[in-house]
């Protein structure tokens, strides 16, 4: 059966047969066609004026722990100018000292974590991103999607899922990807929450063991 969780994410509840199964899902998704919006002049949010809709993402939670990481963050960013600047500095910064590594995490690595080891993949990214923008009060939550290779050279790595987060600034929710860094077009959302655990692609209860897994997700060609 499906139910809608409490961040607005649409989910499946599965009891599986003892023994080999098969989940396969697949979708046509239309999606603008141009690059994420961005807005150099977006102003932050004093934390009195936030909506309840946004004051949550402030908090720490299984993997973002902005206590941790508060007085590194202001070391680090106090200088950039509140908001949209502020933002993408922290996106820079990621970008710049976290070394993008396949099993350098596991899922049970936390942000503070990768802020030590500067290794991870786009979740970790994207995790510590997000602490850093708390710790900085800026609301920022995780989003769990697909990025298609469109108007980009395909990477030398297999088709995954990929994370970036969303930070409020200015009334709204604006993207931000300090793994790739640039705007994207294509970007498709499966799910968002206060960190991955909100927006796991699947939990599992019980001896379950993963084989194998295939991602893709491709520009579509012609009217059909």
């Given amino acids: 059966r499906d139910y809608i969780d409490a961040y607005g994410n649409a989910c499946d509840r599965l009891t599986l047969p003892t023994g080999a199964s098969v989940l396969r899902y697949d979708a046509t998704v239309e999606v603008t066609s141009n690059y994420d919006d961005a807005d150099k002049g977006a102003a932050a949010v004093a934390i009195e004026d936030l909506p309840d809709e946004a ?5 720490p939670s299984r993997f973002c722990w902005p206590d941790m990481l508060h007085d590194a963050a202001w070391e680090l960013f106090e200088r950039a100018e509140p908001g949209w600047a502020r933002v993408q500095a922290v996106c820079d910064w990621v970008h710049d ?11 049970v ?3 503070y974590d990768v802020w030590q080891s500067r290794t991870g993949v786009c979740r970790d990214f994207t995790q510590l991103g997000i602490t850093l923008c708390r710790s ?8 769990a999607g697909y990025l298609p290779d469109i108007a ?9 899922f990929c994370s970036w987060f969303e930070a409020w600034l200015d009334g709204r929710w604006w993207t931000f990807d300090p793994r790739n860094n640039e705007r994207r077009i294509g970007r498709v959302v499966i799910a968002r929450g206060r960190d991955a655990l909100d927006a796991a692609m699947v939990t599992t209860w019980g001896p379950a063991e993963l084989r194998m897994m295939t991602v893709w997700s491709d520009e579509a060609s012609g009217d059909g």
């Fill in 55 to 59: 004051f949550v993402y402030l908090l």
């Fill in 97 to 107: 000292h976290v070394r993008y590594e396949v099993g350098a995490s596991t899922a």
């Fill in 109 to 111: 690595t936390t942000a």
């Fill in 136 to 143: 900085l009060n800026v609301p920022a939550r995780y989003v």
């Fill in 152 to 160: 980009v050279t395909p990477p030398d790595l297999p088709m995954d």
